[in-house]
């Protein structure tokens, strides 16, 4: 999948680019709007990370350019204001979802995928045993029971979810929950993990540790 990420905040452009490079999306940087809507017209993606405050040309006239070139890709908008103006005008204009800065990387990754779902007609649920988790609305469900998650939770359990099987380091777990200008220890992902762990596993869904290494979801028997 490609990505051209719109962002003239090159912390957070670099942010995006690094956990979206880690999941295995080619991405493009441009850092004003000019620069944007000109690789639009020269090069296919898959996404448009696109933030409303850009330089030159704003965000609202790249969309703007964009769907007037009958283009179809899906868009995330990105904004730092405060009001709902201007969001409102990107959605009308044919953006597909937003986010305000700032924002949890983990939450911004699983819209990501989701539009890339939606796009592509797949289905937006995981499913593991008797465990159902919904992409979009980012619910989790056992045996048709909703199971009370906090944010990070569900951010652990979308990595763990879309690696299920496969081992996944603390390390990527903390580069994954980190939000801007927030931390996340060793520590505080095992406390994470074993919370999680006790939510699912009335379930049957059980999170291996691996020692000194990091956590696999295992697959259920019959799968």
Not at 73 to 89: C, E, N, S, Y
Not at 163 to 172: A, E, F, I
């Amino acid at each position: 999948m490609r990505v051209l990420i719109a962002e003239d905040d090159a912390i957070i452009a670099d942010g995006l680019s690094r956990s979206l490079r880690q999941g295995g999306c080619a991405v493009d940087w441009a850092s004003n709007g000019l620069d944007a809507d000109a690789a639009l017209m020269t090069a296919a993606y898959d996404l448009l990370i696109l933030d409303l405050g850009l330089p030159r040309l704003s965000g609202l006239d790249v969309l703007k350019r964009l769907r007037v070139r009958d283009s179809a890709l899906p868009v995330l908008i990105l904004t730092a204001l405060d009001g709902t103006g201007d969001r409102v005008k990107g959605l009308d204009l044919g953006a597909d979802d937003y986010m305000v800065k700032p924002f949890d990387l983990a939450e911004l990754e699983a819209r990501v995928r989701a539009l890339c779902r939606r796009s592509a007609g797949t289905a937006p649920t995981i499913q593991c045993g008797s465990l159902v988790y919904d992409q979009i609305g980012r619910v989790a469900q056992i045996d048709g029971q909703t199971v009370d998650l906090s944010a990070r939770e569900i951010g652990l359990l979308e990595v763990l979810l879309t690696r299920m099987g496969r081992l996944v380091s603390k390390d990527q777990l903390v580069d994954k929950l980190c939000g801007w200008g927030e931390e996340v220890s060793h520590n505080a992902i095992e406390v994470y993990v074993h919370r999680l762990r006790k939510k699912l596993e009335a379930g049957g869904v059980k999170i291996a540790t691996v020692r000194g290494l990091g956590y696999c979801l295992e697959r259920p028997q019959a799968e």
